[in-house]
C-alpha cells in the first residue's frame, strides 16, 4: 500500500473515488496522508467527514484545491474550516457534470456541451451555445495524475468487479488518470473473474493492491 | 388555514405517481413519497448514486456501507433492479429517462425556475450535488416543500432571489396548503388543501396564481 | 415480434445494433421489413451483407438514408447498388465518433469535441478547435425514434445482458431512441439476473421480445 | 533486393512489442503479428467491438457468432480477458490507452500522415470503421505494409495523395526492405533488411529517407 502510494509527488492531481460512505478507498487515503506530499488538487464527489478520508488530508494541510460536487455532509468540518480561512482553492462542480467530465478525459475527449447548470451561477464565466433552441454550458475534460479506487475483487491485470452502488465515480476515474490504483477486498487469480461481469477492464488499472484491514471496514 | 404535515404532503405526492414510472426521490421530505405510494403500482427508485430498484432500509444489522441512497442512508435493492456507475446514472438523469423528479426547494418561480441549493450565505462552502443534473432532464420535475419559510415568508415567488438550479424546470409544486401547475400563462391553482381559500393561499404566495380550472 | 415493430413508421430514424455477425437484431430486423415502412434512416456500424438484415431492407427499397462507419464488409452488395444508383443518402461516420454520438444522445449531451478525424476528409465543413494545441471535431448528438438491439437475456423490466462482444453499439443504442425494442435469447423472471451484471438497464428498454427462430442463429 | 514476406514483416514487428503491452492489430497483415510474439511475452490484444484479451481461432465447430475480431473472424478469450460495449473500447482508443497499434496503409507521409481509408475512387461508398480513433489515440502507432505498390509505385511520399485517416500519427513503419522512424526532422531509417543499401531503398521511397544511426 505504502509502495503503492508512493507514486503521488507534491502539486499532483489525485482523483479519490467514492460517494458518501460508498466505496471509498480508505486505506489508500490513510496510506497517502503518511505518505504525506503536499499541495495536491483532490477531484472527489465529496470532501470526507469527521477525521475520516479526504477530512484528513484537508487537515493535515496537504491540499491546495478541492474539485467536488456536494461538500457539506454532515461533519465535513476540515472543508469547512479550510473554506472559511481561505486557505484552500475550491471548484464547485454539479455531480453529472463533474462525472462526465472525468469520463471526457478518459475517452479522449476535450470537452461536451451539457444542459446542466446552463442559466445558474455555475455556468458563469463559462462558454454556452444554444442547440435546437436549448442552452447548453461548454465543459472541459477533467485529468489526473493518479486515481485511487476502490473496487470489491481484482485480479493481476488489474480487472475489477465492485459492491453494489459502490462503483460510482471508480470506472471513471480509472479511466482518467495517468496512474490508477485500486484498493480491493480481495484478489483473485487471473481468470477467475467472470469476463461478462468485469466493470472496469484491467487496461484502467496500474496497481492493485488488497486492503490491510487497516481501517474499519464499515468506517 | 389548514395545512397538510409532512405525512400529508408526502401522500400527495405519492397519489400522482403513476404505475410503471422510474422516479427519483431527492433528499429530505421527497423520500418519504416512496413510503405512501400504493403497493399495486410498480414504480422503480432511482438513485443519483447508481442504483435503480432502491428498496426499503435493511433490518439492523444487516447493513452495506457501500448500498446507500443519495442521502447516504442504508437502502436494499429489490428484485429487478441493478448497479450502474455515475457516468451511466447522470446519463439517465441528464438524458431524459427518468419519468418523474421529486425536489425539495427553497424557492420556486412563476416561470418554473427553481432555487434549492444556495442561499446568498457566502461563509459556507457551497455544495450542488445531483440537483441541477435532475433538474434539466427530469420528464416531469415535481416541487414537494412547504408553502413558506419558517418566517412566513413566501417561497413561491416572481422572481427567485437565491442562486437557481435551473431555469423553467419545475412542472408542479406540491405544498401544504396547495398543488400549483407551471403554465405557460403562470401558476395555476390545480387543488387547495380542503378548507382554504385561494385568497388565503394568494396571500402567503409571492406571484399571481391563476385559479384552477372551472 | 410484428407487434413490438409496428411502432415504427414512415421517415423514421431507426438505430440497429450489431458489429459484423456479432449482437445483430436479425429477428427485429426481418419482423420490420415485413412490416414495410418507408423513407427509413437506418444508423448501424454496417450496412448488412448478401440478403441478410440491413442489406434486406436495401434490398427492398425502405431505406432514404445510410448513417454508418463500415459499410465495405465482404458481400455489402445492397448498400453498393444503392450507393452507385444514387438512391439514397450516405452518412460516413468514424466508428468510435458513431458510437460517442449516439452516447451523447443518450446521456443527454448535445456536442462534443473528439481529435478523430481532425484534418481528415470527414472533418471537412464542420466545426474544428484547438484545446491545449491540439485539433479536435465538434461532433453532435445522434437521436433516434426507434433502436432495435440484440441481448442475450432479459426480464420484463427491460434488465440485458449480452453475449460476449454481441455488446458492441446495442447498450449505446438503447439509450439514445425513443422508443428501444430488444431481441432476447431467454427471457427470465425479474429478479433472476445477477444485479452486478445488468449491462442495459431496463429503463432504457421499453419493449423485450423472444427469439422465434425465424432467423438461423448462426446467421 | 531483399524483400521480407509476410510472415517476415509480421514476425519483425512481433519483436518490437513488449512484455505487458495492449495492443491493438488491424485488419489483414497486422492481424498476423500476434502469431509471432513470443510465448513468454504477456501481450493483451485489445479488438474495437468490444474485447481485451483475444485469444487464438476456436476449434472448428467452437465458433460462436458474437465473439468475432475486427475483422470479423471467429475469436476465442483468453484468461483474465473481458467484454465490453463500443463506448468503452473508443475510450480506450482516443483515451490513449492503448499502448501500441499495428495499422496498415496505402500510403505514409514523411510527416507521420497516414492514409489508409480510402483512394480518390468515388464510385464505391467509403469506409472507415475505427481506423481513424486508433490513428489518434494509440500511444505508438506502427505501420505495416509493403514498402510499394503492386505496380512498384512508393507509397512512402513527402505527402500522401490519398485521404488522410489521421495527421503526423506515425510512429514507425515497417516494410518489406526496411524500419522507419518518423522523426521531427524526417524519416530516419531505423533498419535495412539484410542485404539492401539505403541507396537501393531511397530509391523506391518518395521521400527523403534519413540514414540509419551511427
Known sequence: ?219 | MQRLDTEGMARRVAQDIPDGAYVNLGIGMPTQVANYVSGDRHVIYHSENGILGVGPAPAPGEENPDLINAGKQFVTLLPGGCYFDNADSFAMMRGGHLDIAVLGAFQVSSTGDLASWATNDLSEPPAVGGAMDLAVGARRLYVLMKHCTRDGEPKILTECEYPLTGKGVVDRIYTDLAVLEVTPRGLQVLELVAGNTLAEVQAVTGTRLLPPPA
Not at chain 1, 61 to 73: A, D, L, N
Open chain 1, 1 to 219: 500500500m505504502a509502495e503503492a502510494i508512493s507514486v503521488v509527488k507534491d502539486g499532483d492531481v489525485v482523483m479519490i473515488g467514492g460517494f458518501g460512505s460508498s466505496g471509498i478507498p480508505l486505506e489508500l487515503i490513510e496510506a497517502l496522508r503518511r505518505h504525506g506530499p503536499k499541495d495536491l488538487t483532490i477531484i472527489s464527489n465529496n470532501a470526507g467527514v469527521a477525521e475520516e478520508g479526504i477530512a484528513s488530508l484537508l487537515r493535515d494541510g496537504m491540499v491546495r484545491k478541492v474539485v467536488c460536487s456536494f461538500p457539506r455532509s454532515r461533519g465535513s468540518v476540515w472543508l469547512q474550516r479550510r473554506f472559511r480561512e481561505g486557505s484552500i482553492e475550491f471548484e464547485l462542480v454539479p455531480q453529472g457534470t463533474l462525472g462526465e467530465r472525468i469520463r471526457a478525459a478518459g475517452a479522449g475527449l476535450a470537452a461536451f456541451y451539457t444542459p446542466t447548470a446552463y442559466g445558474t451561477r455555475l455556468a458563469e464565466g463559462k462558454e454556452t451555445r444554444l442547440f435546437n433552441g436549448r442552452g447548453y454550458v461548454m465543459e472541459t475534460a477533467l485529468h489526473a495524475d493518479v486515481a485511487l479506487i476502490r473496487g470489491e475483487k481484482g485480479d493481476a491485470w488489474g480487472n475489477l468487479t465492485y459492491n453494489t452502488a459502490g462503483r460510482n465515480f471508480n470506472p471513471s476515474m480509472a479511466m482518467a488518470a495517468r496512474i490508477t490504483i485500486a484498493e480491493v477486498k480481495q484478489i483473485v487469480e487471473v481468470g477467475d473473474l467472470d469476463p461478462e461481469s468485469v466493470v472496469t477492464p484491467g487496461i484502467f488499472v496500474d496497481t492493485v493492491v488488497l486492503q490491510e484491514g487497516l481501517i474499519n471496514a464499515t468506517a
